[in-house]
Nanobody
């Protein structure tokens, strides 16, 4: 069983930055593709970003492209989401997830393990 723990959320103003972290208990963290998803109140969970196991391939939702950066440090069993120029519409609970299959899909159904989420609130 892989445990994921997110941190770094909070309340910020529009235009501010936040860095989310996700630490994994997996012994073979470097084998997992990692993803970030978010869910706003009353909305379905949506894809934000993914990063391949080695960190060379990244993919972003159009809504966050050029503002968010996903990265990972396999030596620390961690994945990060750097969020810049935050907007009120970025307000959501952010989840990290792990995919052991190495899929290229951005669908949340390809991710087997999920963290508990961290709240990000962006005020105007």
């Amino acid at each position: 069983q892989v445990q994921l723990v997110e941190s770094g959320g909070g309340l910020v103003q529009a235009g501010d930055s936040l860095r989310l972290s996700c630490t994994s208990s997996a012994r073979t963290f470097s084998n997992y593709r990692m993803g970030w998803f978010r869910q706003a109140p009353g909305k379905e969970r949506e894809f934000v970003a993914t990063i391949s196991s080695g960190g060379r391939r990244v993919n972003y939702a159009d809504s966050v492209k050029s503002r968010f950066t996903v990265s990972r440090d396999n030596a620390k069993n961690s994945v990060y989401l750097e969020m810049n120029s935050l907007k009120p519409e970025d307000t959501a609970v952010y989840y990290c997830a792990a995919d052991p299959t190495g899929s290229y899909s951005s669908s949340d159904s390809t991710f087997d393990y999920w963290g508990q989420g961290t709240q990000v609130t962006v005020s105007t």
